[in-house]
């Protein structure tokens, strides 16, 4: 454990924390490093032994009230050597006295109690296969259309510090397509699919591909601003529910993580709803 360096990723490593991401089937998009190293350039850190990536992990601060923890991954073969407490240790201390925020694993919720996080809220993931509208739904509107200064002030309403940044590079990405709702003049809603990167579950198995694919992924700011882009974890089974049945026969409802957060109390009307990593 004493050999392990721990550094700060430089832009070109990003890509590693996210291939490693997908090969864990957590469908990362293919411009994530990109966006979230605009919002917080010193917040991936990487784990070397003997030059070679041990273990991965992000810390993306936004402001000086929040920060977002993510891509915490060891390398399989060097799982349980304390690796691992090591780098989320230098992600905590790179965050200061920022809450915290997380996708939290079922199955690790006592671990995340442990380092001192507490429940937020809980997320449910939905996939299936989507019918394309046969006509253009009244008030959807391309997102790039909308001023930023307007998609910021809505995501004021759902995420608890600013990040002009990350939604510049979120929204203007190669591949990201935006569309966002608008009802009496205002700005009620907005949406982004974005290409992902393929993980085991995208893999055709058999020689046949399923129908049910994660090769796109919705990162979703509603009235509500609870997100959909969640990774599909193996502990967690199928259900229907109503929209799953809208979406069609092979649509499942996916109770998928928990989310998180660590340290005071965020400034009031500002609560943890929504995030990316």
Not at 9 to 25: F, K, L, Q, T
Not at 218 to 235: D, H, I, K, M, T
Request: net charge positive; charged share 20%.
């Amino acid at each position: 454990m004493n050999g392990l360096r721990i550094r700060t990723m430089r832009p070109d490593e990003i890509s590693i924390a996210v291939n490693w991401a997908a090969a864990e089937g957590w469908n990362p998009g293919l411009a994530d490093d990109a966006c979230f190293a605009a919002a917080d350039p010193e917040g991936f850190f990487i784990g070397e032994l003997d030059g070679a990536p041990a273990a991965t992990v992000s810390c993306v601060n936004y402001g000086a009230s929040f920060a977002v923890l993510g891509f915490y991954i060891v390398r399989e073969d060097l799982r349980g050597r304390g690796y691992g407490l090591r780098i989320w240790n230098a992600a905590i201390a790179h965050a200061g006295p920022r809450v915290i925020g997380l996708d939290g694993v079922v199955a690790q919720q006592q671990n995340y109690r442990r380092s001192g996080f507490e429940l937020a809220y809980a997320n449910v993931r939905y996939g299936g296969t989507v019918a394309a509208p046969n006509a253009p739904q009244a008030g959807v509107i391309a997102l790039t259309d909308v001023p930023l200064a307007v998609v910021e002030a809505y995501d004021a309403t759902v995420f608890p510090a600013p990040r002009t940044a990350f939604l510049r590079a979120w929204i203007g990405s190669l591949g990201h397509v935006g569309c966002a709702l608008v009802r009496d003049g205002g700005l009620a809603g907005w949406g982004v699919i974005r290409p992902c990167r393929k993980g085991p579950q995208d893999r055709p198995a058999g020689g046949r591909r399923p129908r049910y694919r994660r090769g796109r992924s919705v990162g979703f700011a509603g009235q509500r601003g609870r997100r959909r882009n969640l990774p599909r974890r193996s502990e967690h089974q199928p259900r229907r529910g109503r929209l799953g049945a809208r979406l069609g026969a092979r649509a499942s409802v996916r109770d998928c993580a928990h989310v998180y957060r660590r340290g005071p109390a965020v400034a009031a009307g500002a609560g943890v709803r929504r995030h990316h990593l």
